[in-house]
Nanobody, 124 residues
Framework: QVQLVESGGGLVQAGGSLRLSCVAS????????MGWFRQAPVKEREFVAA????????YYADSVKGRFTISRDNAKNTVYLQMTSLKPEDTAVYYC?????????????????WGQGTQVTVSS
């Protein structure tokens, strides 16, 4: 069992930046693919970014490519999402997720563990 705790959300103006963090419990963090998803009001939860165990493979949603960067520090059991050039349409609750095997995927239902989410609000 892995517990995930996100932090770093907040209110930012359009064009600004935020860095989200997600800390995992236990000592098996390096065994998990890590992903970030987001959910805006009345919308389905959507894929944002994901990274394999070593950090050598990353996937991004087209809507964030070039603006967001996922990274991980296995020694700190932490995955990050650096968000730049934020837009009002990036407003959502952001969730980190962990997947037991090493296949990176954008499919939400393939992830085994989820955090509680952190709110990101981008004002225009």
């Amino acid at each position: 069992q892995v517990q995930l705790v996100e932090s770093g959300g907040g209110l930012v103006q359009a064009g600004g930046s935020l860095r989200l963090s997600c800390v995992a419990s236990g000592n098996t963090f390096a065994m998990y693919v890590m992903g970030w998803f987001r959910q805006a009001p009345v919308k389905e939860r959507e894929f944002v970014a994901a990274m394999n165990r070593s950090g050598g493979t990353t996937y991004y949603a087209d809507s964030v490519k070039g603006r967001f960067t996922i990274s991980r520090d296995n020694a700190k059991n932490t995955v990050y999402l650096q968000m730049t050039s934020l837009k009002p349409e990036d407003t959502a609750v952001y969730y980190c997720a962990a997947k037991r095997d090493n296949t990176v995927t954008v499919i939400r239902t393939r992830y085994n563990y989820w955090g509680q989410g952190t709110q990101v609000t981008v004002s225009s």
